[in-house]
Structure formats: structure tokens, C-alpha cells
């Protein structure tokens, strides 16, 4: 059982969840976090934290993708334990449709 980042997250990054991590389970992409799926101990700490309901537990209907790509990245990225500044227009992207073909990155974060 884990907790996993979802397509909400994509070019909103708001990042309240990271600060109430108590394994710091979370990774930095350029703009979208994800969790270890293998780290996090499934506490439940940062799904109510996040304003755009972004995280959902793995046991949600559709979240096999989702784990699949927060594990993948979790490798890639690096961890991040510390809020940052989220994007400018972080409001705006809220809700949008096809974030993950239209503008999720693969590049890194920059981490704390
Ligand atoms: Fe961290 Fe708990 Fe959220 Fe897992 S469920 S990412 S351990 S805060
Ligand atoms: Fe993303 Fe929500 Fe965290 S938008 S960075 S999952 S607070």
C-alpha cells in the first residue's frame, strides 16, 4: 500500500505535501512531485494537505499508471522535503485536461 501523486499535480506543484512527510518520500520533478512507492508507509499525513486533491491512495480506481510512473520517477528525481515556490500560474492549470500528454516534464527538480 502506498500513497500516489496524480495528474492534478502536473504544472500546479503547490507542494504543502512534502512538509508533512514523515519518511521524506518525496521527488522533484520540473513540475510535478511523486512518492516512493516503496518508501512511504502509507501513513495518510499529506493526501488531506494537498489543495487540489492531487494524492490518492494506490487502492483508487485507474491508479496502476499512476504508481507505475511515481516509481519510475522516484528513481530519477531527487527528493525533495522542503516547500518551495509553486508556478506562477499554478491556479490557472488547475482542473486542466490532459496534463500528462500535453505538459507533464520529465526533467528533474531541483530538490531541497
Ligand atoms: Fe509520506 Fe505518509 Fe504521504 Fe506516504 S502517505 S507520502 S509516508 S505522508
Ligand atoms: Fe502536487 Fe498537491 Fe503536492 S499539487 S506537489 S501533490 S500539494
Given at each position: ?28 520533478g520540473e513540475n510535478m512531485l511523486v512518492i516512493h512507492p516503496?518508501e512511504c508507509i502509507d501513513c495518510g499525513v499529506c493526501e ?59 526533467l528533474p527538480g531541483e530538490g531541497t
Amino acid at each position: 500500500m502506498t500513497y500516489v501523486v496524480t495528474e492534478d499535480c502536473i504544472a500546479c506543484k503547490h507542494m504543502d505535501c512534502v512538509e508533512v512527510c514523515p519518511v521524506d518520500c518525496f521527488y522533484e520533478g520540473e513540475n510535478m512531485l511523486v512518492i516512493h512507492p516503496d518508501e512511504c508507509i502509507d501513513c495518510g499525513v499529506c493526501e488531506p494537505e494537498c489543495p487540489i486533491d492531487a494524492i490518492q491512495s494506490d487502492s483508487a480506481p485507474g491508479m496502476a499508471p499512476w504508481i507505475e510512473l511515481n516509481r519510475k520517477f522516484a528513481r530519477l528525481w531527487p527528493n525533495i522535503s522542503e516547500k518551495g515556490q509553486p508556478p506562477g500560474n499554478a491556479k490557472a492549470m488547475e482542473g486542466r485536461p490532459d496534463k500528462l500528454r500535453d505538459l507533464f516534464s520529465e526533467l528533474p527538480g531541483e530538490g531541497t
